[in-house]
């Protein structure tokens, strides 16, 4: 039986379909019907315009954000897709504080509702630190289709780690 790192924590039927594609050797299809286009941000001065249009629309009381980008160095073996930090600094007598998100490179080439859903997903750490019942809701509320995608998600990065895929 095929381990699907990504998807443990869901249901065993749906692991089973996901299995069932994969013997079949649909899952490639499955994902390129439901997810057919590429998105146009490509460079990290785009990934940040696209975060504060995401943020200025629903967390406008949030704080600040300092940097956005694409990083090359986060990858699934760290287990971080995109990473939310506060980087502080001791200016003359105050700490500053400066808030970043680091989106992973393989989100370059993916869908764009994958990108969305993982800056919606970072954006909600500036309010929410934990992955709480509020976290998830703040989440839901940005991208009404999170969960799915999420789990779309999961299942697009079971489908890369498979054999014969780049």
Not at 22 to 31: H, K, V
Not at 128 to 134: I, L, M, T
Request: aromatic fraction near 10%; include cysteine.
């Amino acid at each position: 039986m095929t381990v699907l790192r990504y998807l443990q924590a869901y249901p065993q039927h749906l692991q089973d379909q996901i299995r069932q594609l994969i013997a079949s050797d649909r899952l490639g299809a499955y994902l390129q019907q439901r997810y057919t286009e590429q998105h146009a941000v490509q460079s990290d001065k785009a990934l940040y315009a696209y975060a504060q249009d995401i943020k200025q629309q629903y967390l406008r009381t949030a704080p600040p954000l300092d940097k956005v980008l694409f990083d090359n160095r986060l990858d699934l073996t760290h287990r971080a897709l995109g990473l939310n930090t506060a980087v502080s600094r001791v200016q003359g007598g105050n700490l500053k504080a400066k808030k970043e998100i680091r989106i992973a490179s393989l989100f370059k080439t993916a869908a764009p509702q994958f990108l969305r859903m993982i800056v919606v997903h970072e954006l909600a750490h500036l309010k929410e630190r934990d992955h709480s019942k509020a976290f998830y809701q703040l989440c839901e509320h940005m991208e009404p289709s999170y969960h799915q995608l999420e789990f779309d998600l999961r299942v697009y990065l079971t489908y890369r780690e498979l054999p014969g895929i780049v």
